[in-house]
């Protein structure tokens, strides 16, 4: 037998395409294709996009998008990678020193930056004291820009002269913002920033010296990840590199779950859409059996009749992944238009990347949910074609659910999900299609003595059920699906997202205080209250490095790029606490007994993860130099941390008494009121020590991508209502042939057409029910699962999801009516004489 040439199985292939391009099961694969493909490209568009310009915004709080720190210079190398990928640069050094005048001296926290800091962001200075501060610019040689509090402790003015080493700087202006401050955030004194170029002159860089180096990038992401890649392999034992998403924890935090929440609903569309295509890859096998036959019957093999089908699978889904690919470019575009007066000024393009990402994720959704019912056709026996009664053998129970759980890994892994929270989504809809759909066989099993003196329109209604059990509680899970993912969404993002927004209340504190000292604890708290500010409590502030685990050197314990590894290259802010802070809750061991432990060795409290990082237990004995003074604590409890709150936190809270005797100054954190800038004036003259630091742009940028995410949930619920209607209108393809025959059949025997219309509506009422029940069950299990265990959220019952089954019975009842209507429309004869 000749094999047919493989350009002529492709012309055949594809005229076949165009001739049933109008068949109804072809048209339901192509719009579930377009839905798969447009969902993951917009979203992924709107994601990347978004998710760019969030991380722009995010940048100007590190000042930079990539940062390399270190407590040594950077090597050349590490320069010259950077310059040779066409980044910018910008060098910062900060370290301690004594600044001098002549009424006296004061320890200061000086960096010195170059003309190019900051690369994101803008420095804030005033020409006074509490003056109106503009936005630019930056010490010139010779000048040096100062904190107001280093004024009042010298007796200064601007215009008048400090010493910085052996390097005389004048004063020229006040320093009131500066993007990167949170980098040193609890620093206890004074602030000085001058220019790089004189920093060797003050000589006060000395070998062994405490410096901290940050060489600052800015550029593309392509070009910072090449950079990364190119540096992180030699990276020192003292370096590190620093991005958005570390550089600030709320805002790596809100970033994160932007990008997880909007991957889920990417998932619950695409998952839409394959289940869409499955079920119309079975009708269009199923309704070219006939044909596949007839092709054996004149020559074709098996192998060249499965090509032929493959081949025409194939350009169906090209058409539609680079069709649906452009709309939701255009989609994606339409939504920024739409919303650019609330979106940042800066958005990135996006790149091919997105549109790529999402051809592939539709072309692996076509392979995995519809090549096993497409792998029938290549084994259809020639006879048919003289038997109708004669079916290929099925593909195997293993291939057709291997594939689509490829399909659905490979998906998984494009989105880059978490584990965690995809099995919470799949594991609660896999539990509740199996509990429901077993309750809905001994339902329908039930229903069938009581129809037997039912009214004809509810047995003929059922009977479609009654006779076919099996595929009727099939299609109440298909429909349920699409109930159960839009019900999902807007649960999610009902509350999820109002659960985030309560989690930053619009009175989240907006100001930070430190260096409160001692004596002015009292009053400055005082002065709070008289400005109604509502304040956290007062945190005694002492800084502190941990140098033991156990006798242990801390550094030989910890890995490199862990939090433990950053904690222990620097001072941590240590306190101490009789109760447990708001926004904690210990997770092992308990708060401090009122007698001491039996050796005499004080308790401390530490945050969980650094606890993981640096391999702590309960009872481990650390030791640390707090200003040269060794202290001792033993690990009497571990909590977690709420970071999102605003509030004052710490890793180390000591028990009291423990830190008696040293240098003490406090901190807190306070929410005033717009419109009271004369009050944060006047609290600043009155207590000159002290630093109040406005955090309001923070709070802006994290209510910002919390509202931009708002957005675009939204915006991924009509991409999860198309791929619903995919769903179901493929459905209800699935069974229209058999729904055509037998209505043809009660219309010859003398139905009417009011009565099988409502025969109709009664059974698609009933499986609207069914779904919206099983759509409750599931919303229930998946968002206890997903609050539990992905968002560690408090789960309460949502009793409003008991509307889904009355939305079920419209939705499906009106929709199965107006699908199946042709089942009502066809002529009785022809059917009959075709069958």
Same mark, same amino acid.
């Given at each position: 037998m000749t094999r047919m040439p493989l350009l002529r199985l492709c012309t055949l292939a594809l005229r076949q395409l165009l001739r049933d391009a109008r068949a109804s099961e072809v048209r339901v694969l192509f719009f579930a294709l377009l839905v798969a493909v447009a969902a993951s490209t917009a979203i992924g568009y709107f994601g990347a996009r978004l998710n760019g310009a969030m991380q722009l915004r995010a940048s100007e709080f590190l000042g930079a998008d990539l940062v390399l720190q270190g407590n040594s210079p950077a090597r050349a190398e590490q320069i010259?990678?950077?310059?040779?990928?066409?980044?910018?640069?910008?060098?910062?050094?900060?370290?301690?020193?004594?600044?001098?005048?002549?009424?006296?001296?004061?320890?200061?926290?000086?960096?010195?930056?170059? $003309?190019?800091?900051?690369?994101?962001?803008?420095?804030?200075?005033?020409?006074?004291?509490?003056?109106?501060?503009?936005?630019?610019?930056?010490?010139?040689?010779?000048?040096?820009?100062?904190?107001?509090?280093?004024l009042v402790a010298l007796g200064l003015a601007i215009g008048d002269s400090i010493d910085v080493g052996m390097k005389t700087l004048r004063m020229t202006r006040v320093l009131t913002y500066e993007p990167d401050r949170a980098n040193n955030f609890y620093s206890l004194t004074p602030r000085v920033l001058i220019n790089l170029d004189d920093l060797q002159a003050t000589g006060v860089i000395q070998p062994g010296s405490r410096v901290t180096y940050r060489e600052l990038w800015r550029g593309e992401p392509e070009a910072l990840a090449q950079y990364r890649q190119a540096v992180d392999k030699d990276l020192a034992a003292n370096q590190r590199l620093r991005d958005t998403r570390d550089g600030n924890r709320q805002i790596g935090g809100a970033l994160g779950k932007a990008e997880r929440y909007l991957n889920m609903a990417s998932l619950v569309a695409v998952l839409l859409a394959g289940v869409a295509v499955a079920l119309s890859a079975s009708r269009y096998a199923a309704r070219r059996l006939d044909a596949s036959a007839?092709?054996?019957?004149?020559?074709?093999?098996?192998?060249?009749?499965?090509?032929?089908?493959c081949v025409q699978l194939a350009a169906l889904g090209l058409v539609a992944a680079v069709a649906g690919a452009a709309i939701g470019w255009l989609a994606q575009l339409g939504l920024f238009r739409l919303l650019h007066g609330l979106m940042p000024s800066t958005i990135p393009p996006g790149g091919?990347?997105?549109?790529?990402?999402?051809i592939a994720t539709g072309l692996v959704a076509l392979a995995g949910f519809a090549l096993p019912p497409l792998a029938a056709l290549g084994r259809v026996p020639p006879l048919r074609v003289l038997r109708r009664d004669l079916l290929p053998v099925p593909p195997s129970s293993w291939l057709v659910y291997g594939t689509a759980l490829l399909a659905l890994g490979l998906i998984m892994w494009r989105l880059s999900l978490d584990l965690l929270l995809t099995f919470a989504l799949l594991g609660g809809g896999l539990i509740a299609a199996l509990v429901?759909?077993?309750?809905?066989?001994?339902?329908?099993? &039930?229903?069938?003595?009581?129809?037997?003196?039912?009214?004809l329109t509810w047995r003929l209604g059922l009977g479609q059920l009654l006779r076919h059990p099996l595929a009727a509680a099939g299609q109440a899970l298909a429909f349920g699906l699409i109930l159960l993912a839009m019900g999902l969404v807007a649960l999610l993002r009902a509350e999820l997202l109002d659960n985030w927004q309560a989690q930053l209340p619009k009175d989240a504190p907006n100001h930070f205080a430190l260096n409160i000292l001692p004596d002015d604890r009292d009053a400055f708290a005082q002065h709070l209250r008289d400005a109604n500010a509502t304040s956290a409590p007062l945190y005694p502030v002492i800084p502190g490095r941990l140098t033991h685990i156990n006798q242990e050197p801390v550094r030989q314990l910890v890995s490199k790029e862990s939090t433990g590894e950053r904690a222990v290259q620097r001072d941590l802010s240590l306190t101490w606490a009789a109760d447990l802070p708001q926004g904690n809750a210990l997770v092992a061991g308990r708060w401090w007994q009122a007698t001491p432990p039996s050796d005499d060795v004080p308790g401390v409290s530490v945050e969980s993860e650094l606890a993981a990082s640096l391999n702590l237990k309960l009872g481990d004995l650390l030791d640390f130099d707090i200003g040269g003074q060794p202290?001792?604590?033993?690990?009497?409890?571990?909590? %977690?941390?709420?970071?999102?709150?605003?509030?004052?936190?710490?890793?180390?809270?000591? =028990?009291?008494?423990?830190?008696?005797?040293?240098?003490?100054?406090?901190?807190? &954190?306070?929410?005033?009121?717009?419109?009271?800038?004369?009050?944060?004036?006047?609290?600043?003259?009155?207590?000159?020590?002290?630093?109040?630091?406005?955090?309001?742009?923070?709070?802006? =940028?994290?209510?910002?991508?919390?509202?931009?995410?708002?957005?675009?949930? =939204?915006?991924?619920?009509?991409?999860?209502?198309a791929a619903g209607l995919a769903v179901l209108f493929a459905g209800l393809q699935a069974t229209l042939d058999e729904r055509i025959r037998?209505?043809?059949?009660?219309?010859?025997?003398?139905?009417?057409?009011?009565?099988?219309?409502?025969?109709?509506?009664?059974?698609?009422?009933?499986?609207?029910?069914? &779904?919206?029940?099983?759509?409750?069950?599931?919303?229930?299990?998946?968002?206890?699962?997903?609050?539990?265990?992905?968002?560690?959220?408090?789960?309460?019952?949502? $009793?409003?999801?008991?509307?889904?089954?009355?939305?079920?019975?419209?939705?499906?009842?009106?929709?199965?009516?107006?699908? %199946?209507?042709?089942?009502?429309?066809? &002529? $009785?004869?022809?059917?009959?004489?075709?069958?």
């Open positions: 010259e990678a950077g310059a040779t990928l066409g980044l910018r640069h910008a060098q910062v050094v900060e370290f301690t020193s004594v600044v001098g005048a002549d009424a006296g001296i004061q320890l200061s926290s000086i960096k010195a930056a170059d $003309p190019a800091y900051p690369l994101r962001g803008e420095l804030r200075s005033a020409a006074a004291p509490y003056a109106e501060e503009t936005p630019g610019g930056g010490p010139a040689p010779g000048e040096a820009w100062v904190e107001p509090r280093l007839l092709l054996r019957c004149l020559g074709l093999s098996r192998r060249e009749a499965l090509g032929l089908y091919i990347t997105p549109a790529l990402a999402g429901l759909g077993g309750l809905l066989l001994l339902g329908l099993r &039930s229903l069938r003595r009581l129809l037997v003196g039912a009214p202290r001792q604590a033993r690990v009497s409890s571990l909590r %977690t941390v709420h970071w999102d709150s605003f509030q004052p936190n710490f890793y180390m809270i000591f =028990q009291p008494g423990t830190l008696q005797g040293l240098p003490t100054t406090y901190l807190t &954190s306070f929410y005033l009121a717009p419109g009271h800038d004369q009050q944060v004036v006047a609290l600043s003259r009155a207590f000159p020590a002290a630093s109040i630091l406005q955090v309001d742009a923070l709070l802006a =940028q994290l209510r910002s991508i919390l509202a931009q995410v708002t957005l675009a949930v =939204q915006y991924v619920l009509l991409f999860v209502l037998q209505g043809a059949l009660l219309r010859a025997l003398g139905a009417g057409r009011p009565l099988l219309v409502r025969a109709r509506r009664i059974e698609f009422g009933l499986l609207g029910v069914a &779904s919206g029940l099983l759509a409750a069950l599931g919303c229930e299990l998946i968002s206890w699962a997903l609050y539990r265990y992905a968002f560690d959220l408090q789960w309460s019952p949502h $009793p409003w999801l008991l509307l889904l089954p009355v939305l079920g019975a419209l939705l499906i009842g009106g929709a199965g009516v107006w699908g %199946t209507r042709r089942a009502l429309n066809a &002529s $009785p004869l022809t059917v009959l004489r075709e069958g």
